[in-house]
């Protein structure tokens, strides 16, 4: 990011997304006064290309303003994280009006890709899309995680295809679109903000020009765009909210006294000791974090397997440096204020958002052994 975006950025968190971090975990409520602020900036439009009237930039500043915003509330980055997410699809394919939209900061989408059918093989898609014979689909699917539900713009949406080979097709679909349901709100343990919850399709009719890319094509731009831009920028969500358990639990235990010793818990060798591998984990992954960029833009060979890695070792690092976090800090932990169990919760959700850990473990060991994945 340039100077000026990232002064306008920080500016929006000081003022906003800090300042609602709390109520928007406590409550469940969408954060949306963060999210008007983000596109009013012209920062939705990030990645936007510049000749739709975006900023043009790539992967890099995306992770870090995802990074920075994961930081102060888990919920707003990854609801940041997925429309990013999404307008991969919509950059490469998607028609210039809502490009232009997304640029200006007036459109925030999101992806529906998971189903009750496929569980966390998201690239399966067990939803339909049918012909209607008048220019129309009908599509017809339990999506069963969508962050945003509710109140993005679009989703970009997976079916099987409509007629063509392959394993699926994507569509650009309205979040107005008749036939499309939010069967029950989102209430989780953490990201309790970004309302990630199912919707469901029961004859959804959409223009047949709301293809993205050909019938069929559904599976290349999701493992070939989306998924790398998703590996990367959940990473970098996760890598915030480990920066700032981290800053907390250290801030905590400098400023905490044990009155009859007459110190800190901080000069205390084994606090000492646990603050220090929350910084080197956290650390670890930005490193890696950043390198898995770097393969990325020089398409480099390892870049997959980079990619793979790095949301595996962000999705163990978050969940052993946010308990970690807990421990240092003790029952001061558990109140709201001290902020620490929202970070611990929100890690919650590294390691079983799709692809899980343990499938990226399975794939990365594959590699590491010379078997085909």
Known sequence: MDDPNR?????????????????????????????????????????????????????RAAAEMVELVGR???????????????????????????????????????????????????????GTATDDGDGHVRL????????SAGHADSYVWS???????????????????AGLSCPAPYNGLGLRGN??????????????????????????IMMNDMNAC????????Y??????????????VASTQISYLGQSLAELPTVRAYVARMRIKTDMVRALLSDTIT????????????????????????????DLAMRVCGGAAFRKEVGIERHFRDARAATVMAPTTDVLYDLIGKQACGLPT
Request: glycine residues 12%; aromatic residues 4%.
């Open 140 to 147: 017809d699917a339990h999506k069963s995680w969508v962050t």
């Open 239 to 252: 890598v915030g909210i480990m920066d700032a358990a981290t800053t907390r639990a250290a801030a905590h």
């Open 195 to 220: 309302a990630s919850g199912p919707i469901r399709a029961e004859g959804a009719r959409v223009a047949r020009d709301a293809l993205l890319g050909a019938d069929g094509e559904g599976h290349d």
């Open 159 to 177: 079916s099987k295809p409509l007629a063509a080979e392959g394993l699926s097709t994507l569509w650009l679909v309205p979040s107005g679109t």
């Open 7 to 59: 002064a306008a950025l920080a500016g929006i968190i000081a003022d906003i997304i800090e300042r609602d971090a709390i109520v928007v975990d406590s409550d469940g409520v969408f954060p949306r006064a963060a999210i008007t602020a983000l596109g009013a900036a012209g920062l939705l439009g990030l990645t936007s290309a510049a000749d739709v009237g975006g900023m043009g930039e790539g992967l």
């Open 295 to 322: 393969a990325v833009e020089a398409g480099r060979a390892d870049a997959s397997l980079r990619l793979m890695e790095v949301k595996a070792a962000a999705g163990e690092a978050a969940t052993e440096v946010t």
């Open 230 to 237: 998703f590996l990367t920028l959940s990473s970098a969500c």
């Open 72 to 126: 102060a509330c888990g919920s707003t980055g990854m609801v940041l994280c997925m429309h990013f997410v999404g307008n991969t699809a919509i950059e490469r394919c998607g028609p210039r009006g809502v490009r232009e939209a997304v640029a200006a900061g007036r459109h925030l989408t999101s992806v529906a890709l998971s189903e009750a059918g496929s569980r966390s093989h998201f690239w399966v898609p067990v």
